[in-house]
């Protein structure tokens, strides 16, 4: 069976480098840890080991993870990463410290709830800075922070925008400087102080590291540079983190010489993905190898096999196909495949419930 290996010591490794090189730069952060879903086993290790201490909060995408960050850790800060519905605000309040918002009538809806629980919920606004994902328009930013400061049971803590998620738009000192700027335009018209001014992520680690992030920026919200050692910004390691801390292996059920070309009349019907003009060495019979995962686990493009004279196929939804041409290392059926991550392969195999993870506590 196809199965993720996890090996936690390099995640706490590399989360132990960033609380490190936070401190340095005099910066916090939180750790985003939707990529691993609400698979408990990798969550306990991770979240009840020290290294913890050194991050301000732990960010997820859905309440459900934000419940079992709470019952594995309660002394855990936690932050809902997008804004929230309307619909999950019971929700948001009760396992949630903090939220990111962009919706006056979802704050409106956050404080009514917050009274209910007697609760303070804190929530930092989004600005919409380029990227077209979430934020307020930088227009409205005087009156929807004039709303929100009056709510009850609703503690505004910062400013942040969301960039390099979407259209990948970089975040250049001139854009986190404007974003800075709102935050001391908001301060100074309130007299209202901002703890936190969050317009940075692994993208934006390489360009703190060259000393060109603004100093009013001073919380990164971090995912892909724990779980993968890089940064999107370029894909490169950063830092000397580990980019090994996931492996995925898969089995060969079967492999035989079969031809290049399909063989019959061609319909709508496949579910699944072939290469690219079957672009492969030669047009002669090769060897295919089947291997026991399909799209419904994870996409092939996300997928770098450590072998590199194989090649990609094609897959429908249980199954994947890779070429192994000539099959020079004498492969056969039953032989395992590795495969290196990228960020969107490890969040769709944590997220599978047909992959077997594999916890690795010391590699």
Not at 187 to 198: D, I, N
Not at 236 to 265: C, H, M, R, S, W
Request: aromatic share 8%; charged share 25%.
């Amino acid at each position: 069976m196809a199965r993720l290996k996890v090996h936690i010591d390099r995640l706490i490794e590399n989360i132990d480098t960033i609380t490190a090189f936070m401190r340095k730069h005099n910066k916090e952060w939180t750790l985003v840890v939707k990529v691993l879903g609400t698979d408990k086993a990798v969550l306990t290790h991770l979240l009840q080991h020290e290294a913890m201490l050194g991050t301000h909060s732990i960010a997820v995408s859905q309440w459900k993870g934000l419940r079992m960050v709470k019952e594995l850790n309660p002394n855990l800060v936690t932050m809902y990463i997008k804004p929230p519905s309307p619909k999950n605000v019971s929700y948001i309040v009760k396992y949630a410290d903090i939220s990111l918002n962009t919706t006056l009538s979802t704050i409106k809806a956050l404080s009514d709830e917050a009274v209910k629980q007697n609760k303070t919920h804190r929530v930092i606004v989004m600005v919409e800075m380029g990227e077209l994902r979430e934020g307020i328009k930088r227009e409205g930013l005087m009156p929807f922070y004039k709303s929100i400061f009056k709510l009850p049971n609703i503690q505004v803590i910062g400013i942040g925008t969301n960039l390099g998620c979407m259209y990948g738009i970089q975040p250049t000192y001139d854009k986190l400087i404007q974003l800075v700027l709102y935050e001391q335009l908001i301060e100074a018209k309130f007299k209202r102080q901002m703890e936190l001014v969050s317009g940075a992520s692994s993208i934006t680690m390489p360009i703190l590291e060259k000393g060109k992030v603004p100093e009013g920026i001073n919380h990164f919200r971090i995912g892909e540079a724990v779980f993968l050692g890089t940064s999107p910004l370029d894909n490169k390691p950063i830092l000397g983190l580990n980019t090994g801390a996931f492996t995925f292996e898969a089995t060969i059920v079967e492999l035989y010489k079969k031809e290049n070309q399909p063989d019959g009349v061609i319909t709508e019907a496949a579910v699944g993905n072939i290469a690219d003009d079957n672009a492969l060495p030669s047009d002669e019979p090769s060897f295919k190898a089947i291997l026991d995962f399909g799209v419904l686990d994870v996409d092939a493009d996300y997928l770098i096999p450590e072998d590199p004279d194989i090649n990609f196929f094609g897959n429908s939804s249980d199954l994947t196909v890779y070429d192994l041409g000539d099959n020079p290392r004498g492969y056969k059926a039953g032989d395992t495949i590795r495969f290196r991550l990228k960020y969107m392969a490890v969040a769709k195999l944590m997220y599978s419930r047909f992959v077997d993870k594999v916890i690795i506590e010391k590699s």
